[in-house]
Structures are given as C-alpha cells and as structure tokens.
C-alpha cells in the first residue's frame, strides 16, 4: 500500500515527489506513460513571474519564486531572476501596462517603466529603434526545464520515491465515494492517496474515473535558434501580439507566438507559426533573419475557462487530489503546487487562502477567478 | 583519449555509459539529459550511435528501442527562409 500515488511525471508530478519525499511523507510512487517531462513540460520557456493581475496567481507566485531559489541552492538547480521586459510599441498600450504595474506594486511585486538606456544594458541585441516604452520585473526570471525535472527527479528517487517510467495509468479507481488506488493494465495499485497531475491528458484519465474536469489542451508553437553568446537577460514581451522570446540557459533562444488554434486540436507544425514568429521578433530582434532555426515544436496549454489552475481534493471524492489546468504557467507555479499540496495530503487543508479557492469546486459553484494578463 | 558520441555537445561514451547506470534507460531521456543530437547535426550522426550504445547495454535490439522524436526544420535552417512564406494558402 502506498501512501501517495501521483500521475503524471512532468515538472508538478516531479515537484510534489520531491517535496512529498523531503517530508518525509510515507511510501510515494510516481506512474509517467512515456518520459518524464515528455509531456508539455519540456516544451515550455521556462518563463517564471508573479506580476500577474489576479490576487490567486501573485501570491502564489511569488511563494514560488522563493521556492524557486531554494531548489537553486539545495539542488543546484539552473534558475535565474534575469526579469521580464515588456516591450511596448504603441501609445495606446502604456496605459493599460500602467495599469497593470500599479496591480503588481500593490502586492509588493515592483515592476516598473524603464528608460532606453536600461533596456540596453539588460539587453543589448535587442533593438530599440520602435519602442516607446518598457515595463520590467526584476523578480521575474528564467529556469531550465530539462535541469529542473532530472535534479527534483535524482533527488527524489534517492530519498526513496520510486518512480514507474512507461507505465500508463488507465483509471483511478474509486469505491464508495473514496479514491483506492489507480488501475494499470489489470493490476490495481492501492494507495491512501492519488494526485492526478497529468498534464492535458488529465481530463481524459479522470473521466474514465468518472471525473469531469472543464480542461481543454490548446496546441502551442515554439521555435529555437542556434546557441549565441548573451544576447539579452530578460524574457521579452512584444505587447502588440503577446509574442515572447527567451535566451536559454545554453545560448538559444526559443520564441512564441500564437496562431489560431482550437481546443483539443491535435499538435500539428504550421509554417505560418515560423513566418509568424520570425517576423514578429524581426522587428525588435533585427539580426534574426540572418539566424538560424534548430528546432521547432508544439505543445498544450492545460487551459481552463478563468486561466487558473484546478487544484487540491476533488468533491465528492475523497482522497483524490488534481493539480492542472495551468493554462500555460504550469512550469513556473510547480514549487507553490508541490508545497500547498504535500500539505494539503497531509493535513486536509493548504498552506494558504489562495490556494483553497482553486479547486475544482468553484466552477460549479460560480467562482470563476479573473486574470488579465495570460501571456509567457 | 576521449571517444565522443556527440560532437555538437561535447558528449562522450563515457558520460553515456554513466547516465545509462543512472537510470536513463530511454532514448528520450538519455538525449535530453546528455543533450546528445540537441546540436546543429539534429541528432544525424549522434542518435544512431546512441542506440548502439544502449541496445547493447541493454541488451535489446536497436529496432525495439524505437526512435527520439525528430523536430522541424531538420537541417538548421535561416530565419530569413520563412520570411518568404506565402499567407494566402
Ligand atoms: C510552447 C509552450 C511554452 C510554455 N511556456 C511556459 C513558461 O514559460 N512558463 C510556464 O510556467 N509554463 C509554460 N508553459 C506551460 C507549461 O509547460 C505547463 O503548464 C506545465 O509543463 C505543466 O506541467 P505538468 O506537470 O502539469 O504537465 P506535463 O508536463 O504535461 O506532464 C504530465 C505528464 O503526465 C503524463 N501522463 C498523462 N496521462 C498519463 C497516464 N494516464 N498515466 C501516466 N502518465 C500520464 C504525460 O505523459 C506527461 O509526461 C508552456 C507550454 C508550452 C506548450
């Protein structure tokens, strides 16, 4: 009998084993169907920030970007609070971006306009000729997905958690109203506890399980360069179209754009996704055309109907807890979702406030949270 | 002397064999965690070598090891290519 089952090894799956494994929470096993961060984790930007606009996602950001540098100086995991820049060419958005600052000053997260000359020290290959202002957040900053998974991975497995690669839960079994195991092929694992964090494909396993979840995958684009020396420290915005692009810990720089996708789309490669993005980042990237591109992916958005991610027990179900629905800050937000929810296992509460209005009741009880700024 | 299984990356059999005794079992996980096939050459000259390595670690043929999953453009390709795409199609 286990204590902790989880499902799902992307970066929240591996967070919670981690933090279940350093609490010394019982006899943990972790199930992943293919690789662990194969799912949308290593296809992310590795993008971490708390200036968002809604109260849930600052606070909880910000506890994890704290957590965030704790596993830098106990793993040595790549992590770095290099900032974001939102670039800002037209008049008419830097209100809206005043806006935005005076939200975040007001929870303690200090972004603020800077100056050309700012820009160019924090960013020097990025061309300035068409902006007419900046936003930036120091506290904001960058991590490797790849580093960020095997580290928690190495450091979880040697504190006892064991991990089943290439092994694909079918269901979660649950009697009488209360979660017993998860089913794998014909074998039932029993556990006391089962956390479904499964990424995209969380709404399909729990509706086998007689769980709905209003979760839709939304296909992604990003496309990589090939490694240069620092170019710019920041993840940059392009405000006009919400494109972001991002210098890796090893040189490349991987840039988003959105193209017209719908839900549960599959993943498919567009060229109008590489025309987009080339061109977007032409105007401020001016040496990108000469450049050249290395890779290019897709992956999901976990997305939910208010952008905030369904968390902790499921009602009706005991014993049974989900962490998805990041709708796109999934890999940023792991450290706070493994702390609130190694607590939450263990004393049938969170951490904090914040925490407890993301679950999955609040859709059917109308309490659907408001963010603004749903972007890298 | 050092034999290298990845020229892009600097990997060696060494770093390989040692990442194999980990636990990274996979092709999928091995490339990531080594970065091999992560460089310019896509993973052209590295992967095949790669599997070698691991079928016979392992024990199993290289067919039954399947393949890491091969992203576009393939070859490194200008930025400046894309700039040419027609949006009417
Ligand atoms: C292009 C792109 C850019 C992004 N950029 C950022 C960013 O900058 N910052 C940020 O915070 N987020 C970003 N995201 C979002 C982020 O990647 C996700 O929110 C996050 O990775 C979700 O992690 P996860 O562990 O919940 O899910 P996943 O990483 O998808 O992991 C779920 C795992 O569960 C496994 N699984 C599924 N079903 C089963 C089953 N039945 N049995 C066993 N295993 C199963 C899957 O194989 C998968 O490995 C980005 C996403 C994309 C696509």
Same mark, same amino acid.
């Given at each position: ?6 499902? +799902? ?26 690789? $662990?961060? +194969? ?30 540098? *704790? ?50 020290? #924090?960013?020097? !290959? ?25 580290? &928690? ?34 074998? $039932? ?21 007689? #769980? *709905? ?13 090939? *490694? ?18 991002? &210098? ?47 890779? !290019?992916?897709? +992956? ?71 963010? $603004?700024?749903?972007?890298? | 002397?050092?034999?290298? %299984? ?8 060494? /770093? ?9 079992? /996979? ?42 999953? %091969? ?13 040419? %795409?027609?949006? /009417?199609?």
């Amino acid at each position: 009998m286990y204590d902790v089952v989880i499902v +799902g090894g992307g970066i929240v799956g591996v967070s919670l084993a981690y933090r279940l494994a350093e609490e010394g929470a019982g006899r943990v096993l972790l199930l992943e169907k293919g690789y $662990l961060g +194969g799912g949308s984790t290593f296809r992310c930007a590795g993008g971490i920030r708390a200036s968002f606009t809604s109260r849930e996602h600052i606070v909880l950001m910000k506890r994890s970007i704290e957590l965030w540098g *704790e596993l830098r100086e106990k793993l040595g995991v790549k992590y770095e609070r290099s900032g974001y820049l939102w670039l800002i060419s037209r008049e008419r958005d830097v209100e809206r971006f005043k806006e935005y600052s005076r939200v975040h000053n007001s929870f303690g997260v200090e972004t603020r306009f800077v100056d050309e000359d700012f820009v160019k020290r #924090v960013a020097p !290959y990025v061309d300035t000729s068409s902006m007419v202002a900046a936003l930036y957040d120091p506290l904001a900053g960058k991590a490797s997905p790849f580093d960020a998974v095997y580290k &928690q991975f190495l450091a979880a497995r040697s504190l006892g958690v064991e991990f089943a690669v290439g092994r694909e839960v079918d269901s979660v079994r649950v009697e009488r109203g209360e979660a017993r195991g998860v089913v794998v092929g014909n074998e $039932l694992i029993p556990a006391r506890s089962v956390v479904v964090a499964a990424g995209a494909e969380s709404v399909f396993l729990l509706r086998r399980s007689g #769980v *709905e979840l209003p979760l839709a995958p939304v296909p992604h684009h990003a496309a990589l360069t090939e *490694e240069f020396g620092r170019l710019f420290d920041p993840l940059i915005i392009d405000v006009e179209t919400g494109a972001y692009a991002v &210098q890796t810990f090893h040189g490349h720089v991987l840039m988003g754009v959105e193209v017209e996708e719908e839900p549960f789309a599959r993943p498919v490669v567009k060229l109008e996704f590489l025309e987009k993005v080339v061109s977007t980042w032409s105007k401020w990237l001016t040496w990108l055309p000469g450049a050249n591109i290395l890779r !290019y992916w897709v +992956g999901y958005y976990e997305v939910t109907p208010d952008h905030h991610p369904i968390l902790g027990p499921v009602d009706g179900v005991e014993n049974l807890y989900v962490a998805t629905g990041f709708s796109g800050h999934g890999f940023m937000m792991a450290p706070v979702v493994a702390e609130e929810l190694a607590e939450w296992i263990k004393s049938g509460k969170p951490k904090s406030e914040e925490a407890a209005r993301l679950t999955l009741a609040r859709f059917k009880e109308g309490r659907l949270i408001k963010e $603004l700024a749903v972007i890298g | 002397m050092k034999a290298y %299984v990845c020229m892009c990356e600097r990997v060696t059999v060494e /770093d390989v064999e040692k990442a194999i005794e980990m636990g990274f079992t /996979d092709l999928e996980s091995l490339k990531r965690f080594l970065r091999v096939g992560m460089g310019p050459c896509q993973g052209r000259y590295c992967v095949p070598i790669l599997l070698s390595i691991l079928s016979r670690r392992l024990g199993v043929p290289p067919e039954k090891l399947g393949y890491v999953s %091969v992203r576009p453009p393939v070859e490194p390709a200008p930025a400046s290519l894309f700039l040419k %795409v027609r949006k /009417d199609v």
